[in-house]
């Protein structure tokens, strides 16, 4: 039987907007909260039934994700996943988020975050683990993952088998966008990437 994975970005918070590094504690603006609300209401609309949420445990991503059952108007079984969780940016919260990987990298070994190396590892591990679980069907038919930018990509790259931290990047992920992906008994097959709700489901243009 196929099954999808549905994996949500949070809405736009302050860190966000600002392009800064954000904390774990940080909410969602008003702008957020209402792109949440509406990708509830899409699935509301297409009569999405979600068996199972799995949520990264940071603010903003447990206030997408109430946001949006709230729409739907359902009540699925609920999962907190720290090894689904952001990139740990360290002591870095607040400084202006770097265009280089390398300097991204050179800043978490200065602050006691995680390197991209280290997060892909720990975030691609676990993926690999959700995947192998919603092929069980202990999860059942429809899964939503609500995450952050960087551990998004981290999973998205794996389904379509991208090496490379500046390959993965290239990966848009705008706030509260929706990416859809079908898992068999094959490779998961990604439908839909960085889609705003409302939007026809079709794969986007890769790059922010």
């Given at each position: 039987?196929?099954?999808?994975?549905?994996?949500?970005?949070?809405?736009?918070?302050?860190?966000?907007?600002?392009?800064?590094?954000?904390?774990?504690?940080?909410?969602?603006?008003?702008?957020?909260?209402?792109?949440?609300?509406?990708?509830?209401?899409?699935?509301?609309?297409?009569?999405?039934?979600?068996?199972?949420?799995?949520?990264?445990?940071?603010?903003?991503?447990l206030q997408t994700a109430n946001a949006i059952l709230g729409?739907?108007?359902?009540?699925?079984?609920?999962?907190?996943?720290?090894?689904?969780?952001?990139?740990?940016?360290?002591?870095?919260?607040?400084?202006?988020?770097?265009?280089?990987?390398?300097?991204?990298?050179?800043?978490?070994?200065?602050?006691?975050?995680?390197?991209?190396?280290?997060?892909?590892?720990?975030?691609?591990?676990?993926?690999?683990?959700?995947?192998?679980?919603?092929?069980?069907?202990?999860?059942?038919?429809?899964?939503?993952?609500?995450?952050?930018?960087?551990?998004?990509?981290?999973?998205?790259?794996?389904?379509?088998?991208?090496?490379?931290?500046?390959?993965?990047?290239?990966?848009?992920?705008?706030?509260?966008?929706?990416?859809?992906?079908?898992?068999?008994g094959g490779r998961p097959v990604l439908t839909r990437l960085?889609?705003?709700?409302?939007?026809?489901?079709?794969?986007?243009?890769?790059?922010?």
């Amino acid at each position: 039987m196929e099954r999808r994975l549905i994996i949500v970005r949070h809405g736009e918070t302050e860190a966000v907007r600002t392009r800064t590094f954000s904390h774990p504690h940080l909410n969602l603006n008003e702008r957020g909260v209402a792109q949440a609300r509406e990708v509830g209401r899409e699935f509301a609309e297409r009569k999405l039934l979600v068996d199972t949420v799995i949520i990264s445990p940071n603010a903003r991503n447990l206030q997408t994700a109430n946001a949006i059952l709230g729409s739907m108007r359902t009540g699925p079984r609920v999962i907190i996943a720290p090894a689904l969780d952001e990139k740990d940016q360290g002591r870095a919260t607040g400084l202006p988020i770097p265009n280089s990987v390398a300097e991204v990298d050179r800043l978490a070994k200065i602050h006691g975050g995680e390197t991209f190396g280290q997060a892909i590892e720990r975030v691609g591990g676990a993926f690999d683990n959700l995947v192998d679980e919603l092929r069980t069907g202990r999860l059942g038919n429809t899964v939503m993952l609500v995450g952050n930018g960087i551990a998004n990509r981290v999973c998205l790259a794996s389904v379509l088998e991208l090496r490379g931290v500046e390959e993965m990047l290239r990966l848009a992920q705008s706030p509260c966008c929706i990416n859809e992906v079908f898992v068999n008994g094959g490779r998961p097959v990604l439908t839909r990437l960085n889609g705003r709700a409302g939007e026809i489901s079709i794969l986007d243009a890769r790059t922010d």
